[in-house]
């Protein structure tokens, strides 16, 4: 299942939703948070149910919603409006630590149930650093049944400690924001599950996208946040393997295969041991 590219969607824009329809982004995001303005994420919900409802059997991308922070008193309502056949998945903002997940499933069981839906059928995507006290949690990020990744956001942490900006003066990621960022990876690490990298703001840099997804996918992140529809193709071409990256895959594969008894194999001059295998075969997995 290819889940590179994570599109979000305003969820109370028809014009917006419409358009999503033909998207190549492998999952849409019905935002009912910061893309809503207060007095429309009424509607905003409800339109999100709607879509799920009339989209989710005709569509490529897979349909996310992101629901308002579980400490505020729209996320009950959000969850129960959204909860319905054809959802994949709650990205979940501002969390504060494994606590709001183990919250937010516990709430997804019983709206499962009364959706006529499958267990653990409804996954989440956590925005796991967007607060303090959940950077400093990370520590404690471990295994849950449904999580689909993680992802990190540098936005929401700048105001959270009240930062100018979340970049130095040559445009790179401050101290804060790369620990950020490595903290995603090793969380996602220790959960089993893909880590999906921070937004580019500017959707216009289609150059400076690109680059910082070749870094990005260098340093183990599996997809990426857009908030364009320009954004998606560099996003999936960034984050799938090139001819070359998989040609060279199943020759460690098949070497293997060849010796399932070898630890180690030389190829190319280059000494070839278990890592390599499964790194291998996430390689062939993500083709």
Known sequence: ??????????????????????????????????????????????????????????????????INPLDTPLAMPDLAGVVVPGLAGIVLPKMRGMADLVRLGHTLDALEARA??????????PVATETAQALLSMAGFGPHPRLAGVTWGAEDLSTAIGALSNKDEDGAFSPLYQWAASSCLAAAASAGVPPIDTLHVDFRDAEGLAATCRTSRRRGFRGRIAIHPDQVEPINAAYSPSQAELAHARRIVDAFAAQPDAGTLQIDGMMIDRPHLVQALRTLGAS
């Open 1 to 66: 299942m290819k889940r590179r590219s994570w599109l979000f969607v305003p969820a109370d824009s028809e014009r917006k939703l419409a358009k999503s329809t033909a998207s190549e982004a492998d999952v849409l995001i019905l935002d009912l948070e910061d893309a809503v303005a207060e007095s429309r994420k009424p509607v905003a919900r409800t339109m999100a149910a709607e879509f799920i409802a009339a989209q989710h059997a005709s569509i490529g991308p897979q349909l996310f919603v992101r």
């Open 116 to 125: 006529g839906l499958a267990p653990l059928s409804v996954q989440m995507l």
